[in-house]
């Protein structure tokens, strides 16, 4: 059986930046150790425990359809109102509550808390305890980032125990950690391991990965919860798991602290992650391609999107970026998550090879939230839609042909209007009207056309064309 990859439990994530979060890290030099005598005994009890008083479990609660991915068409279909009747079809759409458990780790003593995005995705309610406490605390959500699967929620108190956080970009593989959380809902829980890998993409799990690999135990549950060194610091926030059953086949990957610090600082400020967008489609050098570049690692410049920063500042096809402000530039995902660290309207600097000559350009960055106009009152595309881009990964989590372009759509709001008209996570929109949409530009300019009024939007889903109605 081929490996599958799973998203490990299930749902936590506006106000003013929390002055009270100490992002102070633990003492960056340090020393590996090992016993040295018969009568040391290796234990890390004292770390585990300061660090578990830290860690919470969340269950979060949501309505959904009974029939929430099948087709709203298909119950309207009059061979199948012939052969099954209305109240079938009622039956299956009625509305039921889906419960899920997961875990998160507190970041100050005034309750802000982050897990993963997909822990608290669409809860409607989200309820808190602390280790075996059980006393409940019910959770808002500050801010949450589908991109890199991440949220902060906020529980009432001043008083809470916050981990303590040390330095993601200091591990060596082999660096033993413990992964904290609630598996299966069962309560707090350490499991050991080392870190197995790092900086570990193409996962297909988010936008943004560059993830810690570890052979810890993680199971369902463990989601948002923390992995800590051997001095009980946070060093990442274990996300997800691959395995063939669904269980820990010790294959396990953790959002890295610095990318967590980094996208807490924004939700809590902002209630979002604003990031820079350059435009372009890239890709990764393979062995015959370095045979005619100079630089061997590197992002390289597949085409140039419209009206972007890339086109106005004369970037392109063949164009390989190498470096961005003298920081180097790996491959692909590399380039993805440093632009990703700018902000909109930010000004970076480009190391290029071009023609085996290298370049600089001074280019500001764009808004990649600019790209989607909403008109939605819930801040999401056409009544209720998350967007995303089609890369490899996107292709390869919702298992879209490599021929299809367009735009995908990665959630629908549930109870929305646009979930009422039919759309369903999977589905590519291929044209709006008379425009064809093959990138997040072509849907700006067809929002902007067709805006407040009644438009028919083409779906790619399952290799099929289908068409919706919607204003």
């Known amino acids: 059986?081929?490996?599958?990859?799973?998203?490990?439990?299930?749902?936590?994530?506006?106000?003013?930046?929390?002055?009270?979060?100490?992002?102070?890290?633990?003492?960056?030099?340090?020393?590996?150790?090992?016993?040295?005598?018969?009568?040391?005994?290796?234990?890390f009890n004292s770390s585990v425990k300061d660090a578990m008083k830290s860690v919470v479990n969340i269950s979060a609660k949501r309505h959904v359809n009974a029939m929430e991915n099948f087709p709203l068409q298909m119950f309207n279909d009059p061979i199948f109102k012939r052969f099954f009747g209305d109240q079938f079809g009622n039956q299956f759409q009625q509305s039921r509550i889906q419960r899920s458990l997961g875990s998160g780790v507190i970041l100050s003593k005034d309750g802000y808390v982050v897990t993963n995005n997909h822990v608290i995705e669409n809860a409607e309610e989200i309820i808190v305890t602390i280790g075996d406490d059980p006393t409940e605390y019910n959770a808002k959500v500050i801010g949450k980032d589908a991109d890199s699967d991440i949220a902060v929620i906020k529980i009432e108190g001043n008083n809470f125990e916050p981990i303590k956080i040390g330095y993601s970009n200091s591990l060596k593989i082999g660096d033993i950690i413990f992964a904290l959380g609630n598996p299966f809902g069962i309560g707090s829980t350490v499991t050991q391991g080392i870190i197995s890998a790092l900086n570990k993409n193409k996962v297909g799990i988010n936008r943004y990965e560059n993830f810690i690999q570890t052979d810890?135990?993680?199971?369902?549950?463990?989601?948002?919860?923390?992995?800590?060194?051997?001095?009980?610091?946070?060093?990442?926030?274990?996300?997800?798991?691959?395995?063939?059953?669904?269980?820990?086949?010790?294959?396990?990957?953790?959002?890295?602290?610095?990318?967590?610090?980094?996208?807490?600082?924004?939700?809590?400020?902002?209630?979002?992650?604003?990031?820079?967008?350059?435009?372009?489609?890239?890709?990764?050098?393979?062995?015959?391609?370095?045979?005619?570049?100079?630089?061997?690692?590197?992002?390289?410049?597949?085409?140039?999107?419209?009206?972007?920063?890339?086109?106005?500042?004369?970037?392109?096809?063949?164009?390989?970026?190498?470096?961005?402000?003298?920081?180097?530039?790996?491959?692909r995902a590399d380039l993805q998550n440093i632009i990703a660290s700018f902000k909109p309207n930010q000004k970076i600097s480009l190391q290029i090879e071009r023609?085996?000559?290298?370049?600089?350009?001074?280019?500001?960055?764009?808004?990649?939230?600019?790209?989607?106009?909403?008109?939605?009152?819930?801040?999401?595309?056409?009544?209720?839609?998350?967007?995303?881009?089609?890369?490899?990964?996107?292709?390869?989590?919702?298992?879209?042909?490599?021929?299809?372009?367009?735009?995908?759509?990665?959630?629908?709001?549930p109870k929305s209007k646009a979930e009422k008209v039919g759309f369903q996570p999977g589905d590519v929109i291929v044209q709006i009207e008379d425009m064809e949409i093959e990138s997040f530009v072509n849907m700006q300019q067809a929002i902007r056309k067709y805006n407040n009024k009644h438009k028919r939007v083409y779906v790619n889903r399952y290799g099929q064309t289908i068409l919706l109605v919607i204003k």
Request: glycine share 10%.
């Open 216 to 331: 810890a135990s993680i199971n369902p549950g463990n989601s948002g919860g923390a992995l800590i060194d051997s001095r009980g610091a946070l060093i990442g926030i274990n996300s997800a798991i691959i395995s063939k059953s669904g269980g820990n086949d010790g294959i396990g990957f953790a959002i890295p602290v610095a990318m967590v610090k980094d996208v807490v600082e924004k939700l809590i400020k902002d209630g979002k992650v604003t990031r820079g967008y350059l435009g372009v489609v890239i890709g990764d050098l393979d062995k015959r391609l370095t045979r005619i570049y100079n630089h061997k690692k590197g992002a390289l410049i597949l085409d140039i999107s419209p009206d972007t920063p890339a086109e106005k500042y004369g970037l392109k096809r063949g164009d390989l970026i190498y470096s961005i402000d003298n920081k180097a530039v790996k491959d």
């Open 1 to 43: 059986m081929k490996s599958k990859l799973f998203i490990i439990s299930t749902l936590i994530a506006t106000n003013i930046f929390a002055n009270s979060i100490d992002f102070n890290m633990a003492q960056k030099d340090t020393k590996r150790v090992s016993p040295t005598s018969s009568t040391e005994l290796l234990s």
């Open 355 to 413: 023609d085996k000559k290298n370049y600089t350009f001074n280019i500001v960055l764009g808004n990649r939230d600019g790209l989607i106009v909403s008109t939605a009152n819930n801040g999401k595309f056409l009544g209720g839609l998350r967007l995303a881009e089609l890369d490899t990964n996107m292709m390869a989590k919702f298992r879209i042909n490599r021929n299809i372009k367009g735009v995908l759509i990665t959630e629908v709001e």
